[in-house]
């Protein structure tokens, strides 16, 4: 049985999780803007704690590797590279969009029948997404999207398509309206779902190299002069 220490901070909600296997042990999560780097440490102290867990009795840690927040992906891969080096533990990238679907196909009927797009809110119009097949395999690549009124309207032809993420309120109400189309509310990037992709990963070996990984941040950082000198 292996101990998955699992860390999500691609948006504005930061939370990490301790897993056995695929089983949830114990959970926090903390949603207050710039809030990562001052508590992800603590929250990781207090999961372990409360599952009884020592630092050392890990067996890998999991990160989401992105897309989302520039700065969160930052802390989080921080984060667990600096656990991975001290612990001498392998590190576990996961697909930041590729959790969120899993969230919703788990408890979707016949997930078969649909095509799982994730949205997360970028600038403006603009989303950070790809569609999903029920088994996650990629129907189209993640990518920075501009919605507008005809965005998946050839998709939507084909298939219905379960829309959500913090981007999904915007595509609803951008996208022509479609039967095919269909829209969640409150599904975002949770450190519990990082986890459960996670165990596969691991006993594959799918490792990530500590030194040299970066997570898939999709888009360069913005940075602006500042009016004052």
Known sequence: MAYILSLETSSSVCSVALHQDQALLSYAELQMEKSHSSHITVMVEQVLEYAGVKLKQLDAVAVSGGPGSYTGLRIGTGTAKGLCFSLDKPLVSVSTLASMAQQVISFTPAPERYLFCPMLDARRSEVYTCLLAHDLNEQSPVEPMVLESSSFAQELEKQPIIFFGSGATKA????????????????????????????PRLLAGKFEDVAYYEPFYLKEVYITKPLRK
């Open 172 to 199: 609803k109400e951008l996208l022509a309206p479609h039967p095919n189309a269909f829209y969640l509310e409150n599904v975002k990037p949770t450190a519990k779902a990082i986890g459960t992709l996670a165990f």
